[in-house]
């Protein structure tokens, strides 16, 4: 007899659009592994502007977190029972759709996302609709240091999985915001810990409120509690 799905979400709509943006992101990772290999192979050349020609090439691309990943901060929703959640950087809306599934299966929330490229919210939006969640969802387009300036409201979880040079004044504009025993999910900090490092330093100092640990997913996940 065969164990059950590991996936806690049963929604078939939800797992439908995920499965199609999942294949997506399976098939733009090579590209995506050649870009990162060229731009750190310029930056020990010396190469200017190494950043902004990344951020160029990922402006289509999803990038979104893994199935584990997703499930993780699906469960972690769930055990909070969250009601208002952040995320910095919904993209095509891949982890976006976790945070909604959370919200649907445990009774109502939201998602609040934001997206500065108009062509992927737009994407994000219509994912959201085809999904069946988008009444849980507020995408909020632009620059994240105002669209999350005020997010009316103590937030109970947060994702950090935009740009990774912003993770460190995207966690010191959301800290104040951040209810006790809120979580928050930082990806990608295995991929690039140069870039994180000030992040990192950040939620590892007790005194600014966090107790922070690196989770070994995906090359290095940190999870951190606002204490």
């Not at 995207?170 to 800290?175: N, R, S, T, V, Y």
């Amino acid at each position: 007899m065969n164990p059950p799905s590991s996936n806690p979400i049963a929604d078939r709509k939800i797992n439908d659009v995920l499965d199609r943006l999942h294949a997506r992101a399976r098939r733009e990772m090579p590209g995506l592994v050649a870009n990162l290999a060229l731009g750190a192979l310029k930056g020990l050349l010396g190469g200017k502007g190494a950043i902004d020609a990344d951020e160029k090439y990922v402006h289509d691309k999803l990038i979104p977190i893994d199935r584990g990943q997703g499930w993780l901060i699906y469960m972690l929703c769930r055990g909070l029972q969250a009601r208002r959640v952040v995320e910095f950087g919904t993209s095509y809306g891949v982890s976006t759709l976790y945070l909604a599934a959370a919200m649907r299966d445990q009774g109502g929330g939201l998602v609040i996302g934001t997206e500065i490229e108009t062509e992927k919210a737009r994407h994000a939006r219509n994912n959201f609709a085809e999904a069946g969640v988008a009444d849980l969802i507020e995408l909020r387009e632009g620059d994240a240091f105002v669209t999350l300036k005020d997010c009316g409201g103590p937030v109970d979880f947060l994702l950090v999985d935009g740009f990774p040079r912003l993770a460190r004044p995207i966690i010191e504009l959301m800290a104040p915001q951040l209810r006790k025993g809120a979580i928050v999910v930082c990806d990608n900090v295995g991929h690039f810990p140069g870039t994180f490092a000030s992040y990192l330093d950040f939620v590892r100092r007790p005194a600014n409120g966090f107790v922070s640990t690196l989770l070994p997913l995906r090359g290095g996940t940190e999870l951190s509690v606002k204490t």
